[in-house]
Protein backbone atom coordinates (compact mmCIF):
# COMPACT_ATOMS: atom_id res chain seq x y z
CA UNK A 1 0.00 0.00 0.00
CA UNK A 2 0.53 3.65 -0.10
CA UNK A 3 3.22 5.16 2.54
CA UNK A 4 2.13 8.15 4.71
CA UNK A 5 5.38 9.11 7.37
CA UNK A 6 4.95 11.70 10.30
CA UNK A 7 7.71 13.79 11.71
CA UNK A 8 8.60 13.62 14.60
CA UNK A 9 7.34 10.19 16.04
CA UNK A 10 7.47 12.11 19.23
CA UNK A 11 8.16 14.98 21.17
CA UNK A 12 8.03 16.91 24.27
CA UNK A 13 7.73 20.48 24.65
CA UNK A 14 7.40 23.36 27.42
CA UNK A 15 4.22 24.80 27.86
CA UNK A 16 3.59 27.92 25.87
CA UNK A 17 5.98 27.00 23.14
CA UNK A 18 4.66 26.11 19.38
CA UNK A 19 5.21 22.76 17.66
CA UNK A 20 5.25 21.34 14.12
CA UNK A 21 3.89 18.12 12.73
CA UNK A 22 5.09 17.31 9.15
CA UNK A 23 2.71 14.71 7.65
CA UNK A 24 3.99 13.59 3.84
CA UNK A 25 2.87 10.86 1.27
CA UNK A 26 5.85 9.00 -0.17
CA UNK A 27 5.02 7.33 -2.85
CA UNK A 28 1.88 9.25 -4.00
CA UNK A 29 0.27 12.99 -4.49
CA UNK A 30 -2.45 13.88 -2.04
CA UNK A 31 -4.37 16.54 -2.54
CA UNK A 32 -6.03 16.11 0.60
CA UNK A 33 -4.86 15.23 4.29
CA UNK A 34 -6.24 14.42 7.28
CA UNK A 35 -6.03 15.48 10.43
CA UNK A 36 -6.80 13.38 13.80
CA UNK A 37 -5.89 13.47 17.40
CA UNK A 38 -6.67 10.44 19.86
CA UNK A 39 -5.97 10.73 23.32
CA UNK A 40 -5.32 7.90 25.39
CA UNK A 41 -7.92 5.06 25.60
CA UNK A 42 -9.76 7.19 23.18
CA UNK A 43 -10.81 6.78 18.91
CA UNK A 44 -9.66 8.83 16.84
CA UNK A 45 -11.23 12.23 16.79
CA UNK A 46 -11.32 14.58 13.35
CA UNK A 47 -9.60 17.46 13.70
CA UNK A 48 -9.29 19.12 10.12
CA UNK A 49 -9.31 18.34 6.16
CA UNK A 50 -6.30 19.60 4.84
CA UNK A 51 -6.45 20.87 0.76
CA UNK A 52 -3.46 21.32 -1.29
CA UNK A 53 -3.20 25.12 -2.02
CA UNK A 54 -6.07 26.12 0.21
CA UNK A 55 -7.30 27.00 3.58
CA UNK A 56 -8.05 23.82 5.68
CA UNK A 57 -11.17 22.76 7.31
CA UNK A 58 -11.83 22.20 10.96
CA UNK A 59 -14.19 20.80 13.11
CA UNK A 60 -16.58 22.12 15.35
CA UNK A 61 -14.62 23.43 18.47
CA UNK A 62 -11.10 23.08 17.22
CA UNK A 63 -9.25 26.55 17.32
CA UNK A 64 -8.07 27.34 13.70
CA UNK A 65 -5.54 29.38 15.19
CA UNK A 66 -4.11 27.33 17.47
CA UNK A 67 -3.57 24.17 15.41
CA UNK A 68 -2.51 25.91 12.41
CA UNK A 69 -2.51 23.99 9.22
CA UNK A 70 -0.60 24.05 5.93
CA UNK A 71 -0.47 22.19 2.94
CA UNK A 72 2.26 23.47 0.69
CA UNK A 73 2.72 20.41 -1.69
CA UNK A 74 1.21 17.53 -3.15
CA UNK A 75 2.84 15.50 -0.55
CA UNK A 76 3.46 17.42 2.39
CA UNK A 77 1.10 18.91 5.08
CA UNK A 78 2.11 20.60 8.36
CA UNK A 79 -0.28 20.75 11.80
CA UNK A 80 1.49 23.28 14.05
CA UNK A 81 0.15 23.44 17.41
CA UNK A 82 0.78 26.86 18.75
CA UNK A 83 1.13 27.96 22.48
CA UNK A 84 0.72 24.30 23.64
CA UNK A 85 -0.68 23.73 26.82
CA UNK A 86 -1.01 20.14 28.92
CA UNK A 87 -4.07 19.43 27.71
CA UNK A 88 -2.68 19.45 24.01
CA UNK A 89 -0.73 17.05 25.13
CA UNK A 90 -2.30 13.75 22.44
CA UNK A 91 -1.59 11.18 20.10
CA UNK A 92 -1.51 13.22 16.16
CA UNK A 93 -2.36 10.77 13.02
CA UNK A 94 -2.66 12.10 9.77
CA UNK A 95 -4.03 10.32 6.89
CA UNK A 96 -4.23 10.73 3.20
CA UNK A 97 -5.78 8.94 0.17
CA UNK A 98 -4.12 7.82 -3.25
CA UNK A 99 -7.11 8.58 -6.09
CA UNK A 100 -4.21 6.41 -8.13
CA UNK A 101 -5.40 3.71 -6.18
CA UNK A 102 -9.15 4.38 -6.20
CA UNK A 103 -9.06 6.49 -3.59
CA UNK A 104 -11.25 4.30 -1.12
CA UNK A 105 -8.78 3.50 0.91
CA UNK A 106 -7.21 6.00 3.20
CA UNK A 107 -3.33 5.66 4.26
CA UNK A 108 -2.68 6.22 8.06
CA UNK A 109 0.83 8.12 9.35
CA UNK A 110 2.34 6.10 12.54
CA UNK A 111 1.30 9.16 14.29
CA UNK A 112 3.27 11.68 16.63
CA UNK A 113 3.05 12.32 20.60
CA UNK A 114 3.01 15.06 21.52
CA UNK A 115 3.86 15.85 25.32
CA UNK A 116 3.22 19.14 26.69
CA UNK A 117 4.59 19.81 30.16
CA UNK B 1 -24.40 9.99 9.60
CA UNK B 2 -25.32 6.32 10.04
CA UNK B 3 -24.11 4.49 13.23
CA UNK B 4 -22.33 1.66 13.97
CA UNK B 5 -22.60 -0.74 17.27
CA UNK B 6 -19.41 -2.87 17.88
CA UNK B 7 -18.74 -4.93 21.21
CA UNK B 8 -16.28 -2.61 23.41
CA UNK B 9 -13.78 -5.98 23.57
CA UNK B 10 -13.34 -9.50 22.80
CA UNK B 11 -10.87 -12.29 22.87
CA UNK B 12 -9.54 -15.10 21.04
CA UNK B 13 -7.27 -17.56 20.95
CA UNK B 14 -4.14 -17.82 18.62
CA UNK B 15 -5.05 -19.59 15.69
CA UNK B 16 -8.61 -19.71 16.11
CA UNK B 17 -11.02 -17.84 14.02
CA UNK B 18 -12.31 -14.71 15.11
CA UNK B 19 -15.76 -12.90 14.44
CA UNK B 20 -15.88 -9.31 15.19
CA UNK B 21 -19.75 -8.32 14.69
CA UNK B 22 -20.96 -4.78 13.78
CA UNK B 23 -24.58 -3.28 13.83
CA UNK B 24 -25.65 -0.52 11.65
CA UNK B 25 -29.35 -0.62 11.62
CA UNK B 26 -29.51 2.87 10.08
CA UNK B 27 -27.53 2.12 7.09
CA UNK B 28 -28.44 3.81 3.87
CA UNK B 29 -28.68 1.85 0.43
CA UNK B 30 -25.23 3.83 -0.43
CA UNK B 31 -22.97 3.50 2.12
CA UNK B 32 -20.11 1.21 1.89
CA UNK B 33 -18.55 -0.74 5.10
CA UNK B 34 -15.36 -0.41 6.13
CA UNK B 35 -13.10 -2.05 8.70
CA UNK B 36 -9.33 -0.42 9.91
CA UNK B 37 -7.49 -1.60 12.67
CA UNK B 38 -5.34 -0.28 14.95
CA UNK B 39 -2.03 -1.51 16.38
CA UNK B 40 -1.20 -0.28 19.74
CA UNK B 41 0.86 3.04 19.52
CA UNK B 42 0.44 3.34 15.96
CA UNK B 43 -2.12 4.77 12.91
CA UNK B 44 -4.99 2.63 11.70
CA UNK B 45 -4.60 0.77 8.58
CA UNK B 46 -7.39 -0.46 6.07
CA UNK B 47 -8.66 -3.85 6.49
CA UNK B 48 -11.21 -4.49 4.39
CA UNK B 49 -14.43 -2.93 2.55
CA UNK B 50 -17.77 -3.77 1.13
CA UNK B 51 -21.23 -2.62 0.09
CA UNK B 52 -23.37 -5.60 -0.76
CA UNK B 53 -21.68 -9.21 -0.93
CA UNK B 54 -19.18 -10.73 1.10
CA UNK B 55 -16.05 -9.93 0.54
CA UNK B 56 -12.58 -11.63 0.74
CA UNK B 57 -8.97 -10.25 1.23
CA UNK B 58 -5.30 -11.45 2.29
CA UNK B 59 -6.09 -10.07 5.53
CA UNK B 60 -10.06 -11.20 6.59
CA UNK B 61 -13.24 -11.87 5.19
CA UNK B 62 -16.50 -9.60 5.61
CA UNK B 63 -19.87 -10.81 5.66
CA UNK B 64 -22.54 -8.79 5.01
CA UNK B 65 -26.09 -9.38 6.44
CA UNK B 66 -28.17 -9.85 3.73
CA UNK B 67 -30.95 -6.79 4.66
CA UNK B 68 -27.11 -5.26 5.55
CA UNK B 69 -28.11 -3.89 9.11
CA UNK B 70 -25.26 -6.06 10.52
CA UNK B 71 -22.04 -6.74 9.08
CA UNK B 72 -19.12 -9.43 10.49
CA UNK B 73 -15.22 -9.35 10.10
CA UNK B 74 -13.61 -12.64 10.32
CA UNK B 75 -9.85 -13.12 10.94
CA UNK B 76 -9.96 -16.93 9.56
CA UNK B 77 -6.68 -17.64 12.16
CA UNK B 78 -6.00 -15.58 15.15
CA UNK B 79 -1.90 -14.33 15.42
CA UNK B 80 -0.68 -12.35 18.59
CA UNK B 81 0.00 -9.39 15.62
CA UNK B 82 -3.89 -9.38 15.19
CA UNK B 83 -4.22 -7.60 18.70
CA UNK B 84 -5.88 -4.12 17.93
CA UNK B 85 -8.45 -2.26 18.29
CA UNK B 86 -10.88 -3.03 15.43
CA UNK B 87 -13.55 -0.06 13.84
CA UNK B 88 -16.44 -0.27 11.70
CA UNK B 89 -16.76 2.30 9.83
CA UNK B 90 -19.72 3.73 7.32
CA UNK B 91 -18.78 5.78 4.27
CA UNK B 92 -21.57 7.15 2.00
CA UNK B 93 -20.81 6.45 -1.74
CA UNK B 94 -20.42 10.30 -2.07
CA UNK B 95 -17.38 9.91 0.01
CA UNK B 96 -15.79 7.12 -1.81
CA UNK B 97 -15.44 8.93 -4.57
CA UNK B 98 -14.76 12.28 -2.94
CA UNK B 99 -12.03 10.90 -0.94
CA UNK B 100 -13.36 12.99 2.51
CA UNK B 101 -12.87 11.52 5.99
CA UNK B 102 -13.52 8.35 8.07
CA UNK B 103 -15.64 8.97 10.92
CA UNK B 104 -14.36 6.90 13.93
CA UNK B 105 -16.20 4.78 16.55
CA UNK B 106 -14.76 3.65 19.62
CA UNK B 107 -14.19 0.59 18.26
CA UNK B 108 -13.68 -3.41 19.22
CA UNK B 109 -10.58 -3.88 21.33
CA UNK B 110 -9.76 -7.69 20.11
CA UNK B 111 -6.99 -9.48 22.75
CA UNK B 112 -5.26 -12.77 21.29
CA UNK B 113 -4.42 -15.22 24.06
CA UNK B 114 -1.01 -17.42 22.90
Known amino acids: GAVVSQHPSWVICKSGTSVKIECRSL??????MFWYRQFPKQSLMLMAT?????????EQGVEKDKFLINHASLTLSTLTVTSAHPEDSSFYIC?????????????FGPGTRLTVL | DAKTTQPNSMESNEEEPVHLPCNHSTISGTDYIHWYRQLPSQGPEYVIH???SNVNNRMASLAIAEDRKSSTLILHRATLRDAAVYYC???????????????FGEGTQLTVNP
Open chain 2, 50 to 52: GLT
Open chain 1, 50 to 58: SNEGSKATY
Open chain 1, 27 to 32: DFQATT
Open chain 2, 89 to 103: ILRAVREETSGSRLT
Open chain 1, 95 to 107: SARDPQRGGYEQF
